[in-house]
């Protein structure tokens, strides 16, 4: 799986440019402060997660003042966020452009072969990981994730139908992972966003679904959906009941119930390439700061999110794996573009 | 009646006089969102939505939705006067608006297209106030299949009613059918006809391309003919609005169909679009102007803007009571919700009574506010029409492209929206209709997805579109629809095989 013998050597690289920078901006020593307004482009279209976190984080910043020049958020979301990648890939050494990146990071290249990775940016942070719940109809018999397995099992290929979010992308995955952990096909019908995929779960026109938290919360307290389990290697921590009595924290890990799948997904902000550290050192700060504020730590928990924050060399490192994951999950289940 | 009380409550809350000034604040940034082409609702709500946060969530959304309800408002005014539909759904509004205000009555047109707006938002939030519940339930049985159904019922009550030849009607739409699909597509998460470049694989959008067929392609014609608008006797008399509310009580019937068609529409959630579109298309088949239509008929101005209102008004409903937006706007709404700590769903109405009764309060109140602050300025819209055109032109050339790059900030769509300009202008020169190319572009892609994830869902078995009577009826419906011609045709030779002036519907 891991073939990393080339990794040391972009990171001896990237260590050498950025102490090469560090020498440089000593000298100039003057703090570095963005001239003019900032962009923050988010890959996707309006009304999505990364949008929804984006513009929570330009609202905390303005209702805070945690920035002298304005932050503007703009959709690039053509070609699966490619458009987007492919603006800040081209904007190289612009320090007034941030973007907010999903799990198409890793996906959109590999599937569609549009030319760009995560190394043709400057990682800046990782804000948050978004997690995966397994949701069933509530009116369905299926009590557990081993529950469904079966029925899985025993109705044979293409008997369930998996909605998710999009084609060849993270629901996508977790269906193919799950398809291979079961030995069983299921159908996988695409839908625009994670809202309709829920509603579709609720209507019962498919059986199950893998919404992040905030998507199908309201349908879960409403008690119309039910959650089997959710895609991580622990449980999630937020212990307030939310539907009769259950909190998120009751929730089983799949690994628990017996399959063995962990997925997240990455809610990260990257800048273009050629940035300089004290460039990337501002943006950390303001960003640490958004998450110290009330209203992000109320967003955090409304939809259970992984709170995780990295930076620098640690995030690089996440990104190396979270790649190679993509990879050969993509690889294994038939989703690479051929080039 | 327990709605009625909450209502009142819902007053109460709206009774704020903050809450009164950001209502008033927002319908006017909303009249001027939809004035510019591009700035569409959507993208206005947005830019807005974090300037929201230090206020209350009941203050916020009241605000945002008067943009929204400006919005609405405002995109007739563009498409009346210029020919330019400010927003997608005023698409419909220019196919008789724009005739209308040539023949020097704008001043009718624009009070039309306010009036209908006002109607079918009154009627939408009616259904609101006092059926959400029931609704809520109706809008989670649309599968894929509901939803195929449902696009298929608007191209077919649209097409195949047209005067223009079946051929020209048929490559108009397939160009639009083409044109929808560059970009990614969805089921498969390909790019297609993209050719490599970068600027392709964000597709089409809908709005450049329909400000440079209607906006740019009209310049070029009135240019060829003269350098003068037609509309520029326009009477401006403040009367204007009188003498056309004495006309309107005779098309009760398209308002009624255009408010249900609207409501339907908006739950659904199909959205204001092709809302507009199928209302206008259903009032010209059965409209005793129907064959005028298309020349300047009051009544076709009235037909798409009661749908879009009462749909852009509807698509609120799913949104609160199941979190699934009815409208690219209502998306933004929704994650302003989420951002103010509300949880849209089923339990909104239980345990946020004070917002959900004030917004819906809000939205009887925007809608009145809205008729009033639209409707003075009549005279003012219809007196640009006097502005000599070689003065005018320039201006509106500058605000189409203003429009054109605001939709995705990229410099390239004002190229695409002059290309557009000029097929618009070839099209109109050799008597293509423009309308079936527009549907296709903004309804295809849609169409599409919803019919392969029905035969995702079906197995690739037709027979998916009669499984149940809810799709079953509406499929059918639009297959009669769709062979219309044929059998009114049939109809006619049964009944008189005589009768020399029976209006001849041609497919």
């Known amino acids: ?339 | 009646m327990e709605a009625l009380s909450s209502l009142i409550h819902g007053f109460a809350v709206l009774s704020d006089p903050m809450n009164i000034l950001y209502m008033f604040i927002g319908i006017f940034l909303g009249v001027l969102i939809g004035v510019l082409p591009g700035l569409g609702g959507a993208n206005g709500v947005a830019i807005l939505l974090p300037l929201t946060f230090s206020m209350s969530p009941t203050s916020a959304i009241i605000m945002l939705s008067s943009i929204y309800w400006g919005a609405l408002f405002g995109g007739a005014i563009t498409s009346v006067l210029f020919n330019i539909p400010g927003e997608p759904w005023s698409v419909a509004t220019t196919f008789d608006g724009y005739p209308l205000a040539q023949k020097g009555r704008a001043g009718a047109a624009l009070t039309t297209a306010f009036t209908g707006s006002f109607l079918g938002a009154f009627v939408a939030t009616l259904l609101l106030t006092f059926l959400a519940p029931l609704i809520a339930k109706f809008a989670l049985q649309f599968g894929p299949a509901e939803f195929f159904a449902v696009y298929l019922l608007t191209f077919c009550s649209f097409v195949g009613m047209g005067k223009e030849s079946p051929f020209k009607v048929i490559s108009s739409m397939m160009l639009g059918f083409a044109l929808a699909a560059v970009g990614l597509d969805t089921v498969t998460g390909q790019l297609r006809m993209t050719f490599g470049t970068v600027e392709l694989l964000r597709g089409f959008d809908f709005l450049v391309a329909v400000i440079g067929l209607f906006g740019v392609g009209e310049i070029l014609l009135t240019m060829e003919e003269g350098l003068a608008f037609k509309g520029k006797t326009a009477k401006i008399n403040p009367k204007v609005v009188l003498e056309t509310w004495a006309e309107l009580p005779r098309y009760w019937v398209t308002a009624v169909r255009g408010a249900m068609v609207g409501c339907w529409m908006g739950i659904t959630p199909g959205g204001a679009t092709p809302a507009s579109f199928m209302s206008y298309g259903l009032a010209k088949r059965f409209s005793r102007n129907g064959a005028r239509f298309g020349t300047g008929e009051v009544e076709g101005v009235l037909a798409p803007e009661t749908a879009a209102h009462a749909a852009g008004t509807s698509a609120l409903l799913p949104m609160l009571t199941l979190g699934i937006p009815g409208s690219p706007t209502a998306a933004v709404l929704l994650g302003g919700l989420l951002i103010w700590g509300l949880q849209p769903g089923p339990l909104l109405f239980v345990e946020q009574r004070d917002f959900v009764w004030g917004l819906i309060a809000s939205i009887y109140m925007g809608n009145i506010a809205g008729l009033i602050v639209v409707l003075t300025t009549v005279p003012l819209f219809a007196a640009i029409l006097r502005i000599p055109f070689s003065i005018i032109a320039p201006v509106i050339i500058v605000i189409c492209a203003v429009g054109a790059y605001t939709v995705h900030n990229a410099l390239l769509d004002i190229s695409i929206m002059l290309i557009f300009g000029v097929l618009g202008y070839v099209f109109k020169k050799l008597h293509y209709p423009l309308a079936p190319l527009v549907l296709a572009l903004v309804l295809g892609d849609m169409a599409e997805s919803s019919f392969r994830q029905a035969m995702l869902v079906s197995q690739g078995s037709l027979t998916i579109f009669w499984s149940n009577p809810l799709v079953g009826s509406i499929v059918t419906l639009a297959l009669v629809m769709l062979s219309w011609p044929v059998i009114s045709l049939f109809l006619q030779k049964l009944r008189s095989p005589r009768k020399p002036d029976a209006p001849v519907v041609a497919g």
């Open chain 1, 1 to 339: 799986m891991r073939k990393s013998k080339q990794s040391p050597l972009t990171s001896t690289v990237l260590a050498a440019s950025i102490l090469a920078v560090a020498g440089w901006s000593t000298s100039a020593r003057a703090e570095w402060k963005p001239t003019k307004t900032v962009e923050f482009i988010v890959p996707a279209g309006t009304g999505g997660g990364a949008d929804q976190m984006a513009r929570m984080i330009q609202g905390i910043i303005q209702k805070h003042n945690l920035m002298a020049e304005p932050l503007v958020v703009i959709n690039k979301g053509g070609g699966a966020g490619a458009e987007g990648f492919l603006d800040v890939k081209g904007s190289k050494g612009d320090p007034n452009k941030l973007i907010i990146t999903l799990s198409n990071l890793f996906t959109t290249p590999l599937a569609t072969g549009v030319p760009f990775k995560w190394t043709d940016m400057t990682p800046v942070a990782m804000l948050a990981l978004d997690e995966f719940v397994f949701w069933v109809n509530a009116k369905s018999p299926y009590q557990s994730a081993s529950d469904y397995i079966s029925a899985i099992k025993a109705g044979g290929p293409n008997k369930m139908k998996m909605g998710g979010t999009g084609s060849k992308q993270e629901d996508q995955i977790i269906t193919a992972a799950i398809e291979q952990t079961t030995g069983v096909k299921m159908t996988y019908v695409p839908y625009k966003g994670g809202g309709d995929v829920a509603a579709q779960l609720v209507g019962q026109h498919i059986t199950s679904s893998v919404n992040n938290p905030i998507e199908a919360v309201a349908q879960w307290r409403a008690g119309e959906l039910r959650p089997l389990c959710v895609f991580d290697t622990q449980r999630l921590p937020y212990k307030e009941p939310i539907a009769n009595g259950k909190a998120w924290s009751d929730i089983p890990t799949c690994k628990e119930a017996g399959l063995d799948i962990g997925y997240l997904m990455l809610r990260g902000v990257f800048m273009p390439p050629g940035a300089t550290q004290e460039q990337v050192d501002y943006y950390v700060g303001v960003l640490q700061k958004v998450r110290e504020t009330p209203e992000w730590k109320d967003f955090m928990k409304t939809g259970a999110f992984n709170t995780s924050f990295m930076t620098g060399k640690q995030f690089e490192d996440w990104l190396k794996k979270a790649e190679e994951t993509h990879r050969s999950l993509m690889e294994k289940a038939g989703f690479v573009a051929k080039s």
